[in-house]
T-cell receptor, first 116, second 114 residues
Framework: DTAVSQTPKYLVTQMGNDKSIKCEQN?????MYWYKQDSKKFLKIMFS???????INETVPNRFSPKSPDKAHLNLHINSLELGDSAVYFC???????????????FGDGTRLSIL | QQPVQSPQAVILREGEDAVINCSSS?????VHWYRQKHGEAPVFLMI?????EQKGHEKISASFNEKKQQSSLYLTASQLSYSGTYFC???????????????FGQGTTLQVKP
């Protein structure tokens, strides 16, 4: 059973299009994250939700909008895609909050987004 | 602020040892280590929470020096399966509205050759 699953695995699209990436976790975690990994492998946090509440919102263009319908799902919608958006986007989950400090994060397999 | 890892890359022969360092200009409260194989997701290795704490996972261990604001990952008698990119991530101070936010270093690429 996959713990953190993302779809799609590959996404190839043209500049200006809108696309979504979906993430689901079956670990019972209360916190989910979106990371962007660029071509230099730099792994940067973008957003985090705890029980459907946005708790981390890094400096990211507002073309990126996360949504969490419930604590097991976190989606990422990207409007007006640009060449610089090409990257691998990872979803992750963990327990977090003051009752669960410093817990390991479990990553999905990533979505490889290529903008033509 | 992003922690700095050194070296950026290392090539080993099977059986050799390696050390990867992770340094921060800010106080460290916790250090998380992950390994990412090519084309795969980062995988959790270990977390160090206290100054001076050392942890081990098979032949991979780590230490945490609060005073030096540094953590080191030790890979002993390396195996081919150790190849990949190693990331350290610095975690937040516990009890301060912990969001679980990690700031990752730039990664160290380790290649183990037969």
């Amino acid at each position: 059973d996959t713990a953190v699953s993302q779809t799609p695995k590959y996404l190839v699209t043209q500049m200006g299009n809108d696309k979504s990436i979906k993430c689901e976790q079956n670990l019972g975690h209360d916190t989910m994250y979106w990371y962007k990994q660029d071509s230099k492998k730099f792994l940067k946090i973008m957003f985090s939700y705890n029980n459907k509440e946005l708790i981390i919102n890094e400096t990211v263009p507002n073309r990126f909008s996360p949504k969490s319908p419930d604590k097991a799902h976190l989606n990422l919608h990207i409007n007006s895609l640009e060449l610089g958006d090409s990257a691998v986007y990872f979803c992750a989950s963990s327990q977090a909050g003051d009752k669960h400090p410093n817990q390991p994060q479990h990553f999905g397999d990533g979505t490889r987004l290529s903008i033509l | 602020q992003q922690p700095v890892q050194s070296p950026q890359a290392v090539i080993l022969r099977e059986g050799e040892d390696a050390v990867i360092n992770c340094s921060s200009s800010k106080a460290l409260y916790s250090v998380h280590w992950y390994r990412q194989k090519h084309g795969e997701a980062p995988v959790f290795l270990m977390i160090l929470l206290k100054g001076g704490e050392q942890k081990g996972h098979e032949k991979i261990s780590a230490s945490f020096n609060e005073k030096k604001q540094q953590s080191s990952l030790y890979l002993t008698a390396s195996q081919l399966s150790y190849s990949g990119t190693y990331f350290c991530g610095t975690g937040p101070l516990t009890g301060s509205g912990n969001t679980g936010k990690l700031i990752f270093g730039q990664g160290t690429t380790l290649q183990v050759k037969p």
